[in-house]
Structures are given as C-alpha cells and as structure tokens.
C-alpha cells in the first residue's frame, strides 16, 4: 500500500465540446486535507465524482486507497465517504432515523451501528436535535448530520464537496475542527471549496482553473512560490488609478479593499512599487504610498486563475 | 443477509416518508372507494327516462297497448312520434332520442310468427348504461306475444347501435380493481426514484453499497401491501354495496392480484429510470393509463377493436389481468385455466423488473 490515498493520470472529462476536466494529475497522501480550490465551473465537482467512480471519466487513469477507478468503484464504496454539495439525506425523516439508515446501508451489525450512531450524535451535538426531521435543520446542523452520516461506516477516504456554502463563519470554524478529529484518526479528506479561509486550511491545495490545475502546493508554499509581486496603492482617487492600472501590460489585475487598491504586478518587474508608482505619475494622477506587501492565498488563487500571461 | 438489511433499511424508510406524506397516504384509502362509490353507483343507478321515439307504422291496437306497456316502465319517455325509421336513426344521431322503437306495418301478423321478431329496438350503444335498459323494455314487449310462443324468439329484436357488446354492470367492478390498481401502483414507483433523484438523495445512495437491484425491490416491497389494502377496499365495498358476485375463490382473486401489483410496480420503476423531473414520470404513466382504461376490455370490449389497437393491448398488463380477474370473479375459473394469462403478467414482470435494473445506472453519466 502507498503513501497515497488519491492518485489521478492525465484525467479529462468532457461534457459534449465543453472540457468540465482537463488532464488533471493528482497525488494525494493519505492523512491530510487536500483542497480543490476554484470558481464555480471550475471542474471541482465534476473531479470529486469520477474520483469517487459516480462519473466515468473520458480519459486517464484513477487509483482511489489501491482500487482503479472506475471498475473497482463498487469495492471501494465501503471506504469511502461522500458528502453532496446539496444535502441528500431524507428531510422527512429524523435525524436520528436517517443514521440508521445510513448504518443499515452499509451493513453495520446492529451493535456497532448503535454504538456509532451515539458516539456521532454525541460528537456532531446532534442530542438535542435526534427526534427532529432533517428538513427542519439549520444549514450547520444539516452539515454536521451529513458529515455523521457520511463518516458513520468509518471511512478511510472522505470526499467533501463545497460541505459549507450554506454554513456561517462560526459553524464552519467547529464543522473545520471536526475534520481535523477525523485526519488526526487516519482519515483522508479531500474537500472542495471556494472560500480563501477554508482552503488556508488545508495541508494542500490544488487551484482548478477551466477544468485544469493551474497550482498545487501547501498554502504557504504557493504564498512563496506566487509568481506576481503586490504592491498596496493609497490614493484618493482608488478607481480611476485602478482603471487606468489595468491597462498596463506589467499589471495583471487590481482589487480595491476599502481605500486601497491591492495591485498585482508582473514578476519581471525588479522594482514593483515604482513601476506602479511612475505609471499613476505619468498619467496625473494622486497616489499617496506604494508599498510592496506579502501575497495572500487570495493574490494566489488570482493569480493561478486570472493572470495574463501563463503562470510558470 | 447484507442484501437483506440493506433492503429492509429502504423499505423502513419508504415506509416513514409515506406515512408522514398525508396527502399521498390518504389517497391510498381514498383512491379506491371514491373511485368505486362513482363507477358503483353510475352502474347501479335505474335507468328512468330515457328520451324515446316510437315510429308506430301498424297503426293497430296491439301497437297501441305495447307502445303504452313501454311507457309505463318509465325507463321510456316518449317525446316524439315519427313515421319512419329512418327517422328514429336521424334522431339518435343527433343526440335526440336514446332509443328508438320501430314497429313495422305488419306487426299484428309477425306477433303470430314465432320465427320472427315483431318489431325493432334502436338502441344507442354509445352509452352502456342505455344498454342495460334495452334489456328491460324487451322484457315487457315480450307480453304482447300470445301464448304458446311468449317465449321464443323475442318479440323484440334489439339492435345496438356503435357498440354492439351489451355488458353486464358486475363487469365494471373486477375491472376497476385493475383500473385503480394501474392508476396507483403505477404512479407510485414512477415517482419513487425520480424523487429521489431529484431531492438528491439519489447522489447519496448512489455512492453506498447499495446494489441496483437491491434498491429497486425494496422500492416495491411496500406498494405491494398498499395495493393489497386496496384490493380489499374494493372487494369489501364491492361485495357490501353492489353484491358484487365472487364465483371463484378468494385465494385466486388475491394471487392474480398481486402478480398484477407487481407488474405494474416494475412498470412504474421503469418509467422511474426512464424520466428526470416527477412531471416527466406523472406525463408516462397517463400515457400508459389512458390506453390501459381505454383499450384493455375494461370499457370496450376486446373482441370488437380492431388489430392494431388489439396488439397495443395485449402489451398492456391490464388487458391480462381484466381477463383473469373476470376469470375467477364472474366465471368461476380456476388458476389452471387462466394459467396462459397469469404467464404473461408474470412474464411482464420478469422484463419489466430487468429492463428497469439495467436501465438504472449507479453512474451520473
């Protein structure tokens, strides 16, 4: 057995003519977060599926915790987890009930079912809420009985795609913990998501841009290996200077935060900040400080997805 | 043994969410008897009234004394006097009249004919109930004829118009089980999957280890009661309210019911796999109801379709089942001889159930 849950060759996925995944290579180790960071459309989801064998892919190989993909896709069900982007457990039926259910499905013996059911009631603080329907949860209970019930059989390898677009700041903080409780058991998780806060999170992250990696990497990795400069930009003028950088061939992209304008700049660029600042001179315009700053997983992710020039 | 829990855990869940869905679990109950309190009691009711026109073209006392024999039934009610019978028909196409009765100038003479009928009944045929009053009115006209020859041939000779099969009203109960079973049976399954396709759920189940072909008899399992509840329902009610006759036995009735239950459950399943939205399955399943009703014997009879109709019929489970449920019911037959027919429903459920576990894919591509 390798040190790899998830490994990915050259895997495409076309829908007609539109490329939803583009030679995509991927190497996952066992034990940790792995991210797919990426706008919508992006190919997250379609990647999670044929992963998980839901979707045969037109091209390249897959091998899941030793099983090729997509003929061994049934075996590999009883490893493996699966929490849908939109929540597909019964909303008519309790909480409680759909746990059952779930252990039913995967054939756990009476005993141990009863048992794990008490322990993930227990764990996802779902006490309180065991006799009432699925349907009348909040969007964080709802992601933590799905989260219980997908981990109920004791995955080795958890699929989770986009588990928290309908989860506030503080629940997505505790839902966050609880995958860290299952990678420190020996879980692999692999997760999908478009939120900067969540992908920081992760010990690796793969940016998907068209169906195509554009940057894999740690988080502080690809803060280090961004291949742009940030300079910050104070003026009184933010959106005319913004405009007016955006058309510059060194400038890749503008973002403004309150006052100050977030400018990403060209690597070739030696002095960055005085690039931008003489271009805002020389078209009459106010600026008040340019400053170079330390790039974000944001600056990241911008600049995987929307640079100009191809990233190296 | 895991196929059977797992197939038990869906069948435990099917079993929740229905009887948490009031709506549907009423209509389980209310189904059938409202069905059969309507069908029942149309069939039921006596006809009196009947818009009627006499083409009297004897002229004697004989016709006069019938004619008024007629009226007094109150099944007639003469609104016109006509002088040919060409007219009746006219009258009848219209919309006018329901019957028509034509008695011909030599109508004292035929009376004493015992080979030849005296007069005509025009019936329209186009409503079964007016069928059922023929019989009545031949019954009274069949006085006239003196003694020795009251009784053979009839004095009245009926002729149906536009349906030529007189049927007998116990025929509509044994076959609206079929109908209410077709209507139920079939929509329930239909939607099962799709619903759940479209909820999400299906995402779900999809990536467990739950097996194609344990999910789809677990999503029969409990129809199969449903369906039984109600073939009682109208078993009950039919027996309690209309008389309706049980010739064979019980045990038959219930086994060629449930062979029925299931073949429409599997055809239900498979429109299941084959729609995407619950509109798509609702639109399949009257695209086959409507034909099951129309052309199965249930409201016409088989016999007088032409083939093509004949051969959609025949692919339809209802067809067989109308055929062994009137069997057992109204004729007495046993299993043994409506064996043909319970192979072919059987039979259907073979395909059905195969094409729908080979048309489910546990894949979303």
Redesign the interface.
Known sequence: MTDLAIQAHDLCKTFGKVKAVDMLNLEVPRSRIYGFLGPNGSGKTTAIRMLCGLLTPTAGDINVLGYSIPDEAEALRLKVGYMTQKFSLFEDLTVTENLQFMGDIYTLERKLKNQRIGLAIERYELGKLAKQRAGTLSGGQKQRLALAASTLHGPDLLFLDEPTSAVDPENRRSFWEALFDLVDEGTTILVSTHYMDEAERCHALAILDKGKLVAEGSPAELQEKIQASIVIVESDEPRKVGKMLEEQSFVHSTAQVGNVLRVMVSIDQASPEIAVSDAISRAGLNVKRCSIAKPGLEDVFVAATRMKKTPA | M?SL??I???V??EV??LR??RLTFGMIVGIPVIQLLMFGYAINMDVRHLNAAIADMSGTSASRQLVMDLSETQIINVVKQVSSADELEHLMRQGEISVGIYIPPDFDRRLQQPDRSAMQLLVDGSDTVVQGAAAQLAQVAQQARTSPYNDRPPIMEIRTFYNPERRSPVNTVPGLIGVILTMTMILFTAVAIVRERE???L????????KTSELMFAKIIPYVFIGLIQVSLVLLLGHLLFHVPMAGSLLDTYIITLVFIVANLALGLLISTLASTQFQAMQLTFFILLPSILLSGFMFPFAGMPRPAQIIAEALPLTHFIRLIRGVMLRGASLQELSGELLVLGGFIVVLMTLAILRFS????
Not at chain 2, 203 to 210: D, G, N, R
Not at chain 2, 362 to 365: M, P, S, V
């Open positions: 895991k829990q797992r038990f855990a869906i435990v869940k929740r969410q948490r869905d909820r999400g759920n995402e779900l189940l999809i990536t467990t280890p739950l546990k894949r979303l591509d």
